[in-house]
């Protein structure tokens, strides 16, 4: 079956620190892939996707590139936030199948 | 507000009692999915409605559990006879089309059961 597997949390980081949350998948097929970001306090919020190889999503400073070789998805960022601090949640999805979701990182930024 | 909203945010239950769980999606989005999130855990999918129809009731965890959706709208989740074990955050999501497409799934807020 599909599957997804995260870094485990928690993880701790200074302000303005380096960010890298691996993310690896098994699917059978060519998912499209997810992080989802969880705020204290708030629902799941889609952060970034890919849908292809090599294809690379962007969004609030995060990276992450889809690599079909190493069946990878890993979270990067440059210089964290303390906002920054949340769950974050790597998922596959193939058609007419379920959302399959990581067990979550949980990240800290202290200032 | 246009996201996904779930009602109520909280519940505390006894042991045994049915509880029913409320979900309003987004406006036109004609797919609707349940996961449930146990402490420390991922998302567990539990059902897909395309429309008020259920293609996919395959994460419902035992027939104590149903779910309904109504003009393509509003959905309700029953627990009848909770457990302890039924105590998680149960998180709803909405999207445009569903399972034919790519496209994006917009979560609730959750609504956190506890059963004592």
């Known amino acids: 079956g599909n599957s997804v597997t995260q870094m485990e949390g928690p993880v701790t980081l200074s302000e303005e620190a380096f960010l890298t949350i691996n993310c690896t998948y098994t699917a059978t097929g060519y998912p499209s892939l997810f992080w989802y970001v969880q705020y204290p306090g708030e629902g799941l919020q889609l952060l970034l996707k890919?849908?292809?190889?090599?294809d690379k999503g962007s969004n609030k400073g995060f990276e992450a590139t889809y690599r079909k070789e190493t069946t990878s998805f890993h979270l990067e960022k440059g210089s964290v936030q303390v906002s920054d601090s949340a769950v974050y949640f790597c998922?596959?999805?193939?058609?007419?199948?379920?959302?399959?979701f990581g067990t979550g990182t949980r990240l800290t930024i202290i200032p | 507000g246009a996201g996904v909203s779930q009602s109520p945010s909280n519940k505390v239950t006894e042991k045994g009692k049915d509880v029913e769980l409320r979900c309003d999606p987004i406006s036109g989005h004609t797919a609707l999915y349940w996961y449930r999130q146990r402490l420390g855990q991922g998302l567990e999918f539990l059902i897909y409605f395309q429309g008020n129809s259920a293609p996919d009731k395959s994460g419902l965890p035992s027939d104590r559990f149903s779910a309904e959706r109504t003009g393509e709208s509003v959905s309700t989740l029953t627990i009848q006879r909770t457990q302890q074990e039924d105590s998680a955050v149960y998180l709803c999501?909405?999207?445009?089309?569903?399972?034919?497409?790519?496209?994006?799934?917009?979560f609730g807020p959750g609504t956190r059961l506890t059963v004592l």
């Open positions: 890919a849908t292809k190889a090599d």
């Open positions: 999501a909405s999207s445009l089309v569903g399972r034919t497409s790519t496209d994006t799934q917009y």
């Open positions: 998922a596959l999805y193939l058609l007419d199948e379920k959302l399959t």
